[in-house]
Antibody, heavy 124, light 101 residues
């Protein structure tokens, strides 16, 4: 069974960088699929942030691209998110998830496995 | 960017049928996926590629897609179906809260 688990600070100060890691078990990232981050502000809908392929190819939401970096560590079977210059608008539950395919600006395949999510609050 | 519009809420009595729509320009030419999200939980894929169900999802969940509207249908609605539902075609839809009366 594929399992994903997010980890990272739950509180980040404005203007700083949000950093999260997603550990994958039950499947080797090197075997394929695209691995992504999705967020959900409190009481609001879902927003795709970006995804990465095991080769390191990255795909970002155009609206966040200038602030987002996603990287992969196949030796640890995990991938990471960095979001810079955060503001209160970046307060959200952040999910990591697996999908079959992404293009340069979106992922059109379904997200079939999700982590439980982690709440990140941006506040001083 | 592509916009997917869903009704904010749908109410249905137990045992009845709930239909949740997802509107988008020429959505019928695209593959639509649907997620169920209960409070405090991660989304769960319930329908993919318009009408296929992942393993473990009841047959009560079905989907269709044509023209400018995709529809998720929940038959014989149960109390446990109360949740938010999101469609996805690249972007995610605005979400629909299903209330079981």
């Amino acid at each position: 069974q594929v399992q994903l688990q997010e980890s990272g600070p739950g509180l980040v100060k404005p203007s700083e960088t949000l950093s999260l890691t997603c550990a994958v078990s039950g499947y080797s990232i090197s075997s394929g699929y695209y691995w992504g981050w999705i967020r959900q502000p409190p009481g609001k809908g879902l927003e795709w942030i970006g995804s990465i392929y095991h080769s390191g190819s990255t795909y970002y939401n155009p609206s966040l691209k200038s602030r987002v970096t996603i990287s992969v560590d196949t030796s640890k079977n995990q991938f990471s998110l960095k979001l810079s210059s955060v503001t209160a608008a970046d307060t959200a539950v952040y999910y990591c998830a697996r999908t079959g395919y992404c293009s340069s600006t979106s992922c059109h395949d379904p997200f079939d496995y999700w982590g439980q999510g982690t709440l990140v609050t941006v506040s001083s | 960017s592509y916009v997917l519009t869903q009704p904010p809420s749908v109410s249905v009595a137990p045992g009845q049928t709930a239909r949740i729509t997802c509107g988008g320009n020429n959505i019928g030419s695209k593959s639509v996926h649907w997620y169920q999200q209960k409070p405090g939980q991660a989304p769960v894929l319930v329908v993919y590629d318009d009408s296929d169900r992942p393993s473990g999802i009841p047959e009560r969940f079905s989907g269709s897609n044509s023209g400018n509207t995709a529809t998720l249908t929940i038959s014989r609605v149960e109390a446990g179906d109360e949740a938010d539902y999101y469609c996805q075609v690249g972007v995610f839809g605005t979400g629909t809260k299903v209330t079981v009366l």
